[in-house]
């Protein structure tokens, strides 16, 4: 076996762990695989000769890689955490289900954008709290990843444990729709039909969507009736956008279940849409989520 044939399966025993870094800070697996074979070019060029602590190193390259990627995603103004599940149909059709032709329609042509907390933060910020909180990673080499002191690498993670209990601040145009969620979900947790019917427009409408297939229901009485009879204590709800419009990703155990999108008019929801598909949520939305 030659040097670099000994150096690629050195690398390839710290792929996933890479992988899993870039994941986290990027929210997106194409583009940690991006980081990650970028950072394999690099050790290539560089030859592990040298490098005393390989798993280090790799951690250090690919950390700032990304840190690269998201300043240049802040450059280009790219919408941050695309994440295409599907299937979240805008208009009912009258039926209770969906046929499998449909189904692949919407699959192909519906996408899915959630913009969670950990948009809010700085990319020095999400580097300095993936690598520190998820990762373990010492400050004083996430200092040396962000070419900060000790101290301000310290100050970043505190910083963004910060914003993310505060969670994402939404934009002015959605506060009132968000006050409307907000209230639904109170209700729900307390199985509060009276107010329920008070933030649910007379006509409201709610498909919900699931592997066992689409259901429809019209009417506030009815609406109320199904989200008190199927509320959980230990739902957690994150505040997303759906498609444009305010929602929320429940996540229950720390798994993600579920993706809701409300349309809100005069200070009601007149729509909600959800979309129960764990197995693909749980591939698509990062572990810092939950």
């Known amino acids: 076996m030659t040097e670099e044939e000994e150096l690629a399966a050195e690398f390839e ?3 996933s762990y890479l992988h899993a870094i870039a994941f986290r800070v990027l929210g997106s697996h194409a583009d940690a695989d991006d980081a990650v074979q970028e950072a394999w070019l690099r050790l290539a060029r560089t030859g592990g000769g040298d490098i005393e602590d390989l798993r280090g190193w790799l951690t250090t390259v690919t950390s700032r890689i990304c840190l690269d990627m998201l300043r240049r995603r802040g450059v280009r103004g790219e919408q941050p955490l695309e994440l295409s599940v599907g299937t979240l149909g805008r208009e ?7 046929d499998p032709e449909e189904e692949a329609v919407l699959a192909d042509s519906v996408g ?6 950990m948009d809010a933060l700085t990319p020095a910020e999400r580097v300095s709290f993936v690598l520190h909180d998820v990762f373990e990673v010492p400050f004083d080499a996430i200092a040396t990843v962000l070419g900060r002191s000790t101290a301000a690498a310290k100050m970043l993670a505190s910083r963004a444990r910060g914003r993310l209990r505060l969670g994402t601040p939404m934009a002015d145009a959605h506060a009132v729709a968000r006050d409307v969620i907000d209230a639904f979900f109170a209700a729900v947790g307390r199985g509060d039909v009276a107010t329920l019917l008070t933030v649910l427009a007379p006509e409201v409408e709610l498909r919900a969507q699931s592997p066992e297939g689409t259901v429809v229901l019209r009417g506030a009485g009815e609406v109320a009736a199904q989200a008190t009879r199927f509320a959980r204590g230990d739902a957690l709800a994150h505040p997303v956008l759906v498609d444009g419009v305010p929602g929320v990703l429940i996540v229950i155990g ?5 993706v809701v999108a409300f349309t809100v008019a005069n200070g009601a ?4 849409r959800a979309l129960t598909a764990p197995a693909r949520l749980g591939q698509i939305v990062p572990s810092w989520v939950a």
Do not use: E, H
Not at 92 to 98: F, P
Not at 269 to 272: E, G, L, M, S
């Open 112 to 117: 899915l954008a959630l913009y969670v907390v």
């Open 254 to 258: 720390g798994r993600p279940v579920t």
């Open 269 to 272: 929801v007149t729509a909600i």
């Open 92 to 98: 009912a059709d009258g039926n209770s289900r969906l």
């Open 13 to 15: 025993t710290q792929r």
